[in-house]
């Protein structure tokens, strides 16, 4: 005696169960695929905000993070509704009984393709930001390097030596800070029939902002005022060096309410040294 049709095709309550698993499996990519772009798109704003905190201007290369974030929320609120709607459809089927009818798999794999494609646009865009960061002001490897044993820093500059000193003379002046001295070392050498590379001290400050850091740590003194450094290497680089606030607060035990006051050589010399 044959089986009827229909009990054959019946579904059963695993039939369900599996669809049920299937339906939360793509819910929980469509929600990965969403949180995945959100950080994705707050990528450039990551980056900006390092940029501003290095000194250097910021890049418009960095909001294409937002596109590439914004693709991938919307590929996972794709994901979810297709999801959403093939549960429902699948559903219905194992109600009329169709448990039988081959499974179409189009649309995961156009989802893989797409996922796919925004990858490799994600891929090159890192590296563009990796190649331009490295050429640019804001790279901390070549924008601002500490020599730890020193607490030098040193910045590279866009411009040439003596326009590197009279854009930190302007500066010294907009912001109303007394510039003490201006030594020529190279210029002095020259008169002494030595030959040396372009490299020219500054030396600026504000009594009102040194003294009470000299009457908190009197040692200080030898090392204010402040000074910024303009050098050129023998490769021709020009280069601002400075003493960093951390290494004059450790070396002189500066409180740290008084550490402000020893922050006008970095702003100054990281404004004097970009494009």
Do not use: C
Not at 1 to 24: C, N
Not at 182 to 191: I, Q, R, T
């Amino acid at each position: 005696m044959e089986t009827p049709p229909e009990a054959t095709q019946k579904a059963t309550l695993g039939d369900y169960l599996a669809a049920e698993r299937t339906l939360l499996a793509w819910i929980r990519t469509g929600l990965a695929l969403m949180g995945f772009g959100f950080v994705v798109a707050r990528f450039g704003l990551f980056l900006e905000q390092l940029q501003a905190i290095r000194g250097a201007p910021s890049t418009e290369h960095f909001g294409l993070s937002l596109w590439f974030g914004t693709a991938l929320i919307a590929v996972g609120v794709l994901v979810s509704v297709l999801a959403g709607v093939h549960h429902m459809r699948l559903v219905r089927r194992l109600d009329d009984g169709e448990s039988g009818r081959p499974h179409r798999a189009i649309e995961a794999v156009v989802i893989a393709f797409l996922l796919a494609l925004i990858g490799l646009g994600m891929a090159a865009y890192l590296i563009s930001v990796r190649s331009t960061t490295r050429s640019q002001p804001g790279n901390s490897k070549e924008t601002s390097m500490t020599r730890d044993d020193t607490g030098i820093v040193d910045i590279p500059s866009h411009h040439p030596v003596d326009e590197t000193v009279e854009k930190i003379r302007g500066i010294l002046a907009a912001k109303g800070v007394t510039l003490f001295a201006l030594v020529d070392h190279s210029g002095e050498a020259e008169k002494a029939g030595i030959k040396m590379r372009p490299t020219k001290l500054v030396i600026f400050g504000s009594p009102k902002a040194g003294t009470p850091v000299m009457l908190a740590a009197p040692s200080i003194a030898i090392d204010l005022p402040l000074k910024i450094l303009v050098w050129e290497d023998e490769a021709g680089k020009v280069w601002v060096s400075y003493n960093s606030a951390d290494y004059l607060r450790t070396r002189h035990h500066v409180p740290e309410e008084l550490m402000q006051n020893l922050a006008a050589a970095e702003a100054i010399a990281a404004m004097a040294a970009k494009e």
